[in-house]
Structures are given as C-alpha cells and as structure tokens.
C-alpha cells in the first residue's frame, strides 16, 4: 500500500515554457502533499506543503509565482515550473501523507532539464 | 529551527558486516522518528519507523530509539553490497518531517 506516482518521469524542454509535474497518490487518500527539489549530490530540499483544496505554503526562498501548486483533489497535486530556466533543472519530488499520521511517502520523482 | 544531524560519511563497511547509521535531532518533544533509503538517482523509501523508546527489529535492520539522550540509529545486519545508499533520517515537525542531510553507506563486497 502507500503508493505515490509521479508524471512525467523526465522532461525536456526550452528555456522560458512551463512544465506541470503530477503527483498522484494511488491507493490512498493525500491529506497532505510535498513537494521536494534535490540537486545532483545535494540533500533534499522542501519546496513547499499543500493541502486539498486551500493554498500551498512555500518554503522561505522558494518564488511561488513560479512554482505553481495546485492540489485540487485528495488524491492529486500539481507543481507547474513556470517560465523555466537552466538553473531550474532539477529532481523534482514529490510526498504524500495520508490520514495516518506523520509518515510521507515518495513518489519516484521527475528529472527536469531546461535547455 | 528544528534540526536533525547526520554523519555525511561516506561510512564503508565489509560485506557481511552490521553498518551502524546514527541520527540526533533537536526538537526534545519529536514523538516520530524514520529512516528512508535513497539509491543514486533515485527518491527516498521507507525503511520503517520507530515510536517508543529501544529497538524495533524488521528484518536486517534494526532501529533504535533513546528519546533521554535524543539519539536515533539503524542497525543493518549482513550488510549487502544492494544496502550501498543515502540514508536518511526523520523526525516528525509541525507538518512535513525534518530530515537529515543523509549518510552514505558503502558496503565492499
């Protein structure tokens, strides 16, 4: 059980367009999600929180004008990479809480290039 | 700030061996504590998580919890060379987990 997707799993894509990252939990319903970013060789990095249906908290640091969280259901939370630049190439994460408590579970992550 | 502490490493050790991982955390009145694996490339997964104080035994890997001397460790047993990753430490917050910067763990065949 405690399953967490992810869509897509790597993305491509030209300096300046958006990209939406999904994260779906599978069998289980996310009363809390998390997004993550983690640079090659470099720790975790809490982006922000979102709950269904209100708005995201961003983490000190973090534009939320451009990284967009929407979590529109209990089961699915969106990150859109607005305006994408080089330095926004990342492993992008995602993390699930259900109503059980305080154990997150991850989704595989995304692998973002920006060119 | 709520913090959680980790040897970098990296923490070599012969197949076959126990690797001992060590974890200490800030917050004296965190009740929840995790480890996660994290391979190369890949994201964190759940190895198993401790409430009480002492151990708590699943398969190879053993956690132990002393909340007095706020001191979590991860024993592993018959240390494989598959068991070579990141290893991560939690501790429950006000909301997302805290997490440790990772240790890594190179078991030799």
């Known amino acids: 059980g405690a399953v967490v997707s992810q869509h897509p799993s790597w993305v491509i894509c030209k300096s300046g367009t958006s990209v939406k990252i999904e994260c779906r939990s599978l069998?289980?319903?996310?009363?809390?999600m998390f997004w993550y970013r983690q640079f090659p060789k470099q720790s975790l990095m809490l982006m922000a929180t979102?709950?269904?249906?209100?708005?995201?908290?961003?983490e000190q640091g973090v534009e939320k004008d451009k990284f967009l969280i929407n979590h529109a259901s209990l089961t699915l939370s969106t990150l859109t990479v607005t305006s994408a630049h080089p330095e926004d190439s990342s492993f992008y994460i995602c993390?699930?809480?259900?109503?059980?408590?305080?154990?997150?579970?991850f989704g595989p992550g995304t692998r973002l290039l920006v060119l | 700030q709520k913090e959680v502490e980790q040897n970098s490493g990296p923490l070599s050790v012969p197949e076959g061996a126990i690797a001992s991982l060590n974890c200490t955390y800030s917050d004296r009145g965190s009740q929840s504590f995790f480890w996660y694996r994290q391979y190369s490339g890949k994201s964190p997964e759940l190895i198993m998580f401790?409430?009480?104080?002492g151990d708590k035994e699943d398969g190879r890997f053993t956690a132990q919890l002393n909340k007095a001397s706020q001191y979590v460790s991860l024993l592993i047993r018959d240390s494989q060379p598959s068991d070579s990753a990141t290893y991560l430490c939690a501790v429950s917050g006000n909301t997302p987990l805290v997490f440790g910067k990772g240790t890594r763990l190179s078991v030799i065949a």
């Open positions: 993390s699930a809480r259900g109503p059980w408590g305080e154990t997150q579970y």
């Open positions: 069998d289980f319903q996310a009363t809390t």
């Open positions: 979102s709950n269904e249906g209100s708005k995201a908290t961003y």
């Open positions: 401790i409430y009480s104080n």
